[in-house]
């Protein structure tokens, strides 16, 4: 299909706030379109001003609804706002998170806040590689925060981690969420816990597990450390909502203070780049010899006749 993309008008009218720019850009690194290269060249200028906070936890705990409390919060104070919901999951892009329409729907004519739903599954590299991108276009697009919501299953959390300056985690009274935390490692990735639904029984007893376990995890990261305050909150009717704000922006100004901010972006930026350079070399050595460098270094592998190590460097030296 050749569609006739012209890149820096898209990325000027994306820069002044049309949504359907965004949507666009957003499709075309979405896809791996071969317009990718300028996309990503003509954006770069205009990146690195956006706060990009994360939301992750269980299904069900609450994040779009939490998310969507956010939105209006920041709102308020008259900042651009991105939503990129991630779901790990599924296959299907665009529209396939219904419930989080419903739960967005009051922002859905806001024109200072973008709204995008994502699959990750079935793509190239999954979250790692398309979310970042995405980022990209709403940092561009003048969105002064950016908020990523993603389901917590498997590596999901630990890549939003990766993502965000900030990465809030939420967890539910009664579903031995707490503990849970704990035993998962969340603990390691949260900068601020919510307890959310606390309208619920047993949202003291949350509270205090994960404070328990905050207090008794060894934290190994490197560098100053962050005690990630626990936040109560109902979202559903409101409530905690500025609270989690508060606590959003405390530790953005730590993260500043210390020097920490330039750190994780700088990660962040690593770990962009290496999806990048790993994913081309994959499709490079899947070119090799019309597609059958590897198949034949496996037969001989297999049979006994060649290493495995010697035959990676022979499909190295391939490359050169
Ligand atoms: N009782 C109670 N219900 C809540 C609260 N916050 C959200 N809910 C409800 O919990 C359900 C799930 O909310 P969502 O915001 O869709 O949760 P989610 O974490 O985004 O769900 P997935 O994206 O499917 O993982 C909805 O029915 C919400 O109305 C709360 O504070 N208290
Ligand atoms: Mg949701």
Same mark, same amino acid.
Request: some cysteine; hydrophobic content about 45%; charged content about 25%.
């Given at each position: 299909?050749?569609?006739?993309?012209?890149?820096?008008?898209?990325?000027?009218?994306?820069?002044?706030? %049309?949504?359907?720019?965004?949507?666009?850009? &957003?499709?075309?690194?979405?896809?791996?379109?071969?317009?990718?290269?300028?996309?990503?060249?003509?954006?770069?200028?205009?990146?690195?001003?956006?706060?990009?906070?994360?939301?992750?936890?269980?299904?069900?705990?609450?994040?779009?609804?939490?998310?969507?409390?956010?939105?209006?919060?920041?709102?308020?104070? %008259?900042?651009?706002?991105?939503?990129?919901?991630?779901?790990?999951?599924?296959?299907?892009?665009?529209?396939? +998170?219904?419930?989080?329409?419903?739960?967005? =729907?009051?922002?859905?004519?806001?024109?200072?806040?973008?709204?995008?739903?994502?699959?990750?599954?079935?793509?190239?590299?999954?979250?790692?590689?398309?979310?970042? =991108?995405?980022?990209?276009?709403?940092?561009?697009?003048?969105?002064?925060?950016?908020?990523?919501?993603?389901?917590?299953?498997?590596?999901?959390?630990?890549?939003?981690?990766?993502?965000?300056?900030?990465?809030?985690?939420?967890?539910?009274?009664?579903?031995?969420?707490?503990?849970?935390?704990?035993?998962?490692? &969340?603990?390691?990735?949260?900068?601020?816990?919510?307890?959310?639904?606390?309208?619920?029984?047993?949202?003291?007893?949350?509270? *205090?597990?994960?404070?328990?376990?905050?207090?008794?995890?060894?934290?190994?990261?490197?560098?100053?450390?962050? *005690?990630?305050?626990?936040?109560?909150?109902?979202?559903?009717?409101?409530?905690?909502? %500025?609270?989690?704000?508060?606590?959003?922006?405390?530790?953005?100004?730590?993260?500043?203070?210390?020097?920490?901010?330039?750190?994780?972006?700088?990660?962040?930026?690593?770990?962009?780049?290496?999806? &990048?350079?790993?994913?081309?070399?994959?499709?490079?050595?899947?070119?090799?010899?019309?597609?059958?460098? +590897?198949? =034949?270094?496996?037969? *001989?592998?297999?049979?006994? %006749?060649?290493?495995?190590?010697?035959?990676?460097?022979?499909?190295?030296?391939?490359? *050169?």
């Amino acid at each position: 299909m050749s569609r006739v993309v012209d890149v820096p008008d898209l990325v000027a009218r994306a820069r002044s706030g %049309e949504p359907r720019a965004v949507a666009r850009l &957003i499709s075309l690194v979405e896809d791996a379109s071969p317009h990718l290269r300028d996309v990503a060249a003509a954006l770069a200028p205009h990146t690195g001003r956006a706060r990009v906070v994360g939301l992750t936890g269980s299904p069900g705990v609450g994040k779009s609804t939490m998310t969507s409390q956010l939105v209006t919060a920041l709102r308020r104070k %008259e900042l651009r706002v991105g939503v990129l919901a991630v779901d790990p999951t599924s296959p299907f892009s665009g529209g396939a +998170l219904l419930g989080d329409r419903v739960r967005m =729907q009051e922002h859905a004519t806001d024109p200072g806040v973008f709204i995008r739903s994502m699959a990750s599954r079935g793509h190239l590299g999954g979250l790692a590689w398309a979310t970042p =991108q995405a980022l990209r276009v709403l940092d561009a697009a003048g969105c002064d925060v950016v908020l990523i919501e993603t389901v917590g299953v498997g590596q999901s959390e630990v890549e939003v981690a990766g993502l965000a300056d900030t990465t809030v985690v939420l967890v539910a009274p009664g579903m031995g969420d707490g503990i849970q935390a704990a035993k998962a490692g &969340i603990l390691e990735i949260a900068d601020v816990f919510v307890v959310n639904k606390a309208d619920r029984d047993g949202a003291d007893q949350t509270v *205090r597990e994960l404070k328990h376990g905050l207090s008794l995890a060894r934290r190994e990261r490197q560098g100053p450390i962050w *005690r990630p305050p626990v936040v109560r909150a109902v979202a559903a009717r409101g409530e905690g909502i %500025e609270d989690l704000v508060d606590a959003i922006h405390s530790h953005r100004t730590w993260l500043v203070d210390r020097g920490e901010l330039e750190l994780r972006r700088q990660a962040r930026a690593a770990a962009e780049v290496e999806a &990048i350079a790993l994913q081309q070399l994959r499709s490079r050595i899947g070119d090799l010899r019309g597609g059958t460098a +590897l198949d =034949q270094l496996a037969k *001989r592998v297999a049979t006994g %006749e060649v290493d495995p190590y010697a035959a990676a460097d022979d499909l190295i030296e391939g490359l *050169r």
